[in-house]
């Protein structure tokens, strides 16, 4: 099979925490692994951040079913406080599920911070569909909001 959707999603939020916390969440490698994760149940095996240009994220997981997540990213661009662009790859047991294009933006709301993420996604092969993806990435930021408001 090779078949291609290409799809664009947008999902803002309030994050409960100062823009210089919210951003760290996201730029920090220390940080991020504290709250990166779609599932609780999920175990990281594998775990690296370099968040500026020209830097990497690799993040493996293992869920309790033993189904191996990888995501792989590449930095774009990152404006300390304001923007970060990644491109990134998501595989699970070795088959590439999607290819994207994700760019995060931050914005000061008095105590709190916007953010908004944008992601320009290609699905392939019919391994994952749009509504899956925007889950996992509305639960990944739920987490990051409950790690921010505790």
Request: charge should be positive.
């Given at each position: 099979m090779t078949e291609t959707?290409?799809?664009?999603?947008?999902?803002?939020?309030?994050?409960?925490?100062p823009l210089p916390r919210a951003w760290r969440a996201f730029a920090d490698a220390d940080?991020?692994?504290?709250?990166?994760?779609?599932?609780?149940d999920w175990?990281?095996?594998?775990?690296?951040l370099d968040?500026?240009?020209?830097?990497?994220?690799?993040?493996?997981?293992?869920?309790?079913a033993g189904g191996r997540h990888l995501m792989e990213a590449t930095y774009l661009d990152a404006v300390p406080e304001a923007r970060i662009v990644y491109a990134h790859a998501m595989s699970v047991n070795d088959a590439r599920?999607?290819?994207?294009?994700?760019?995060?933006t931050f914005e000061a709301e008095g105590a709190a911070t916007r953010l908004i993420w944008t992601?320009?996604?290609v699905l392939l092969d019919g391994r994952q569909d749009l509504d899956e993806r925007i889950h996992g990435t509305r639960?990944?930021?739920?987490a990051l909001g409950a790690w921010l408001a505790a």
């Open positions: 959707a290409h799809h664009t999603f947008t999902v803002p939020r309030h994050l409960p925490a940080t991020k692994r504290r709250w990166f994760a779609c599932h609780a175990r990281t095996v594998e775990y690296a968040c500026r240009p020209g830097g990497h994220e690799r993040s493996l997981v293992v869920t309790p599920l999607s290819a994207s294009l994700v760019t995060l992601e320009q996604i639960l990944g930021l739920d």
